[in-house]
């Protein structure tokens, strides 16, 4: 078979061919070629459809009216009555409005190699919960502290540039360090980091709404939706963009490092996150003593340099990873366990929709490809952590069954092709 090159990732560990020479793989006892449901998927792949733009347009009005629906239906809920529980509600909604928004994105970055889904839902109640409790538990020791010593009450500006922004980043992004050392095999690389940092911020900025719209509310209703349109609309992502950064920097490291230094890159994303906290809540507090207007157009600007940073960090990361998983099944291709044509097919979101498509006009062939789909992604980290000597001789155990694996999902896809029906034409 003829060895095919793969295009290095820009954002993963560069791969030698000493680290392949390292952690070189047996070959199989038959080398796989052009096999044929690669061929009969691209066969199958009908021509595009003209109206497709017109369906995407279509979806976007639909889930606009879903949002338009929600957001009146809170509205009746908070103007209908003022008792504990409309309230609850209504500032429950409010605060879910930008949550959403955020895990829907979050997610369909996560979906070329889906995490498992309670490590997801844990970094959303940690941020949610836990690390609001332990924030507001950290500083009322500080201030009992202080007081005990007779220094008195942290200055109001100190509390905010300075002590919020360690206290509050130190607590949330503590949890991405117990995920690294625990489950090491779910988180890596940069993008796994971007996905369980963003939903830690997301979390804690969804209850610190709460709070803050709850507070306005009890002003007046005026001072609610004031509220409600600066921190949930106007500024949305900020606890999102802050935790990201420890997430990324402790992916790039676990890919390939031990794991103290993956703890010690803990550090620069922290630091970073703690800067950016600390310049955001210093410029709204000096820009409030210029004026309320001045404070409002600088909470828009920052807002929007921070959100297009994140946005954009996570579609950069995410074709890094893209390149990555085509890298690394490349190797498999190279020895033997499958055709570079499959690689093609699993390694792109294309050949990932084209071989789906194709596998569902047989019976049981689309869970099929879906197996195999995943198991490529297993096979991506498991390949990577062979390159970097990490996880010892296990590691080849496990390799030898997911390749094990992705062979019989494989005969099963083919044997459904054969005994199924015709794809239509």
């Given at each position: 078979?003829?060895?095919?090159?793969?295009?290095?990732?820009?954002?993963?560990?560069?791969?030698?061919?000493?680290?392949?020479?390292?952690?070189?793989?047996?070959?199989?006892?038959?080398?796989?070629?052009?096999?044929?449901?690669?061929?009969?998927?691209?066969?199958?792949?009908?021509?595009?459809?003209?109206?497709?733009?017109?369906?995407?347009?279509?979806?976007?009005?639909?889930?606009?009216?879903?949002?338009?629906?929600?957001?009146?239906?809170l509205v009746m809920a908070i103007f209908g009555?003022?008792?504990?529980?409309?309230?609850?509600?209504?500032?429950?909604?409010?605060?879910?409005?930008p949550l959403i928004g955020i895990i829907a994105y979050v997610l369909w970055l996560d979906k070329w190699r889906p995490q498992p889904k309670l490590i997801l839902g844990l970094c959303l109640l940690w941020g949610a919960v836990a690390s609001v409790g332990l924030t507001l538990f950290v500083s009322f020791i500080s201030e009992v502290a202080l007081s005990l010593v007779g220094v008195g009450?942290?200055?109001?500006?100190?509390?905010?540039?300075?002590?919020?922004?360690?206290?509050e980043e130190t607590v949330k992004t503590s949890l991405l360090v117990v995920i690294v050392l625990l489950a090491r095999r779910h988180f890596d690389g940069p993008l796994d980091g971007l996905v369980y940092g963003a939903l830690i911020g997301a979390g804690f900025a969804f209850t610190e709404n709460v709070l803050y719209l709850g507070a306005a509310w009890e002003e007046s209703t005026?001072?609610?939706?004031?509220?409600?349109?600066?921190?949930?609309?106007?500024?949305?992502?900020?606890?999102?963009?802050?935790?990201?950064?420890?997430?990324?920097?402790?992916?790039?490291?676990?890919?390939?490092?031990?794991?103290?230094?993956?703890?010690?890159?803990?550090?620069?994303?922290?630091l970073i996150g703690m800067c950016l906290h600390a310049i955001w809540n210093g410029s709204m507090t000096g820009l409030q003593l210029i004026s309320p207007v001045a404070q409002i157009v600088g909470l828009i600007v920052l807002s929007f340099i921070l959100t297009t940073?994140?946005?954009?960090?996570?579609?950069?990361?995410?074709?890094?990873?893209?390149?990555?998983?085509?890298?690394?099944?490349?190797?498999?291709?190279?020895?033997?366990?499958?055709s570079h044509a499959e690689v093609d097919m699993l390694g792109t979101w294309k050949g990932r929709r084209r071989g789906k498509r194709w596998a569902k006009s047989f019976p049981g062939g689309k869970e099929e490809m879906r197996t195999m789909i995943r198991l490529a992604g297993q096979l991506t980290t498991t390949r990577m952590r062979l390159l970097a000597g990490l996880g010892g001789p296990?590691?080849?155990?496990?390799?030898?069954?997911?390749?094990?694996?992705?062979?019989?999902?494989?005969?099963?896809?083919?044997?459904?092709?054969?005994?199924?029906a015709r794809p239509a034409s």
């Open positions: 078979m003829q060895q095919r090159v793969y295009e290095q990732p820009r954002f993963a560990p560069t791969v030698t061919q000493e680290m392949r020479v390292r952690a070189q793989m047996q070959a199989p006892q038959q080398r796989v070629a052009e096999t044929a449901w690669t061929g009969a998927v691209r066969r199958a792949e009908p021509p595009p459809e003209p109206g497709s733009t017109g369906n995407v347009v279509r979806l976007v009005l639909a889930i606009l009216a879903v949002c338009v629906l929600v957001f009146g239906l009555g003022y008792n504990f529980g409309t309230r609850l509600f209504g500032l429950i909604g409010l605060s879910a409005i009450g942290v200055p109001d500006v100190f509390a905010t540039v300075v002590q919020a922004p360690i206290v005026s001072g609610l939706w004031v509220t409600f349109v600066l921190r949930c609309l106007c500024s949305p992502l900020l606890h999102t963009a802050f935790s990201t950064w420890a997430g990324v920097t402790i992916g790039f490291a676990a890919r390939k490092w031990p794991w103290w230094a993956v703890v010690l890159m803990w550090l620069p994303g922290l940073c994140w946005v954009v960090v996570g579609l950069i990361l995410r074709r890094s990873e893209r390149l990555h998983t085509l890298n690394m099944l490349g190797d498999y291709a190279n020895s033997g366990w499958l296990k590691e080849k155990t496990i390799e030898s069954f997911e390749l094990g694996e992705f062979s019989d999902a494989r005969d099963r896809l083919l044997a459904a092709a054969k005994g199924g």
